[in-house]
């Protein structure tokens, strides 16, 4: 796996009056694989979640609320590569499999959204915490 297959997809959001349309996933966007499940994890300002590793498993992560920096690693002692995203830096990260990731919540409260391809199986991630 190569930092360089992570992948950075503007995303759009539709204005509305009465509230924004973010845009997350269609069924036909070219980076979209399959459909496993779709789970959504708040984090705290300052707070880190990871180390997480999924053998082979697609993660689609986008940030509809808050502002979250991302680090992605072939290995954790390795080279970084950092992304952040927001919803004024509305974007969906493509993270292949076999990549290390951890993030931080940058704002007050952020919300994640992560769409894999695979339902998750513990058998097929690794994980280590972040204290």
């Known amino acids: ?61 986008a940030v509809p609320y808050g502002e979250v920096k991302f680090i992605f690693a072939k290995k954790i002692s390795g080279k970084k590569k950092i992304i952040k995203i927001s919803r004024k830096n ?13 993030f931080r919540s940058i704002s007050k409260i952020s919300l994640v959204v992560n769409c894999l391809d695979k339902i998750h199986d513990p058998k097929e991630s690794l994980k280590i915490a972040i204290d």
Do not use: A
Request: charged share 35%.
């Open 1 to 61: 796996m190569s930092l360089k297959k992570i992948k950075k997809i503007k995303l759009d959001i539709i204005k509305n009056k009465k509230g924004d349309i973010l845009k997350y996933l269609n069924r036909k966007d070219k980076f979209f694989n399959k459909f496993g499940e779709i789970y959504f994890t708040e984090i705290k300002k300052n707070e880190i979640k990871g180390w997480n590793y999924h053998k082979k498993c697609f993660c689609l992560f």
């Open 90 to 102: 509305y974007f969906i990260i493509v993270v292949p499999p076999k990549t290390w990731f951890c």
